[in-house]
């Protein structure tokens, strides 16, 4: 019976210690991830935010070039821009967890507004063109931007990682061979 006894609180203690183990590594972990986001400047929080809005859109504008392009180029720039920005944004998202940052996960209005009118666009590969030459070159000004100013050594080896995949998207729109239509 004494054995017995001895095994039971043995093992509640064991249970106890495990239950605390599991409560301090989740404190600690969690400290961790207030302490990382609270290193993060503010500048390289708003970079994060802003390039995950933007590649976000760049994949809706990719999924909507597979749906309404006309082109067999549009279609597959927007294969491309839907591969690439995936594959960018899911880094982004890793990335920005391990600072404490939580990545939108939907557009805000004025990016909403403009694949609003790309959808109905009466010339979709015209407009697509155009609107993935002038959102890739805004792109790609920021991003050199952060190349040179943000603080954190990770954000700014992920912005020169992706920045030849958004020279090589404006090259790929500027070369779109998209005919103009002639307005009456």
Known sequence: MKRAL????????????ANWTVF??????????????????????????DAAEGGLMEVRMGELAQQKGQSADVK????????????ANDELKQLA????????SALPDHHQKMLD????????DKTFKDMAVKDHKKDIKEFEKA???????DIKAWVT??????????????????????SK
């Open 97 to 104: 967890s391990g600072k404490g940052v939580t990545v939108p």
């Open 76 to 87: 597959a720039l927007g294969q491309r821009l839907i591969t690439d920005h995936t594959k």
């Open 147 to 153: 190349s040179k100013k943000c603080d954190d050594a």
């Open 117 to 124: 009118k790309l959808s109905s666009a009466s010339d979709f």
């Open 161 to 182: 990682k992706t920045l030849p995949t958004l020279q090589e998207h404006l090259r790929m729109a500027e070369q779109l061979g998209v005919a103009r239509t002639a």
């Open 24 to 49: 301090a590594a989740e404190h600690h972990s969690g400290a961790d991830k207030a302490q990382a986001s609270a290193n993060l400047s503010k500048k390289d929080a708003k970079f994060i935010n």
């Open 6 to 17: 001895t095994f039971i609180v043995t093992m509640a203690v064991a249970s106890q210690l």
